[in-house]
């Protein structure tokens, strides 16, 4: 069987799901070593990297992957949160700004722009937000869940129960 960056990124994916650390990383490492400038590995390894919580790695590794391809909204909005999730709060928004320029109808954009004012307590940004994500796509369970708590933060309980009404309807329809 030959080699290929493409199998090795598929096997470290899998070896990730199957818990197996160690040999996902070892395989995404010689997956780069046969494809240095391949995107999509960079992506996937800069994912598994934040989810076993080696952010600082993670924000390095995607950020690689957004050089290589800086038009790939799913790199920005995982690069916006590895900034987020290292405390880098002002680059976070920077990325989902620059995400948004490139495509304003993103809602996965806007439901991390609307995180990254809640965390900054500009609720009112962060309101707007989620709102954008949810009218784009209203059955984006995350942001209705965001805009629920953010209703609540600002007192807003009839907002609060529209979104909790729509959060029913679409676990109803899941559990069908």
Not at 30 to 58: K, M, V, Y
Not at 90 to 110: F, I, Q, T, V, Y
Not at 128 to 152: G, I, K, Q
Request: charge should be negative; proline fraction near 2%.
């Amino acid at each position: 069987m030959t080699e290929s960056a493409e199998k090795l990124n598929n096997h470290a994916l899998s070896l990730f799901q199957g818990g197996q650390i160690e040999e996902s990383i070892a395989c995404f490492k010689r997956a780069l070593t046969l494809e240095p400038e391949n995107h999509l590995i960079w992506f996937n390894f800069g994912i598994t990297l934040r989810d076993i919580g080696e952010i600082s790695q993670s924000r390095a590794t995607l950020q690689r992957a957004h050089d290589l391809n800086e038009d790939d909204e799913e790199i920005l909005d995982a690069l916006a949160i590895a900034c987020m999730n290292d405390g880098d709060l002002d680059s976070a928004l920077s990325l989902c700004a620059e995400g948004l320029s490139k495509n304003e109808l993103n809602p996965r954009l806007w439901n991390t722009f609307g995180v990254l004012y809640f965390k900054k307590d500009a609720l009112d940004l962060a309101c707007e937000s989620f709102e954008h994500a949810v009218t784009l796509n209203p059955y984006y369970y995350d942001a209705l869940f965001n805009l629920r708590d953010t209703y609540d933060e600002l007192g807003n309980t009839a907002g609060k129960e529209r979104c909790a009404e729509q959060m029913r309807l679409i676990k109803a329809t899941q559990s069908e």
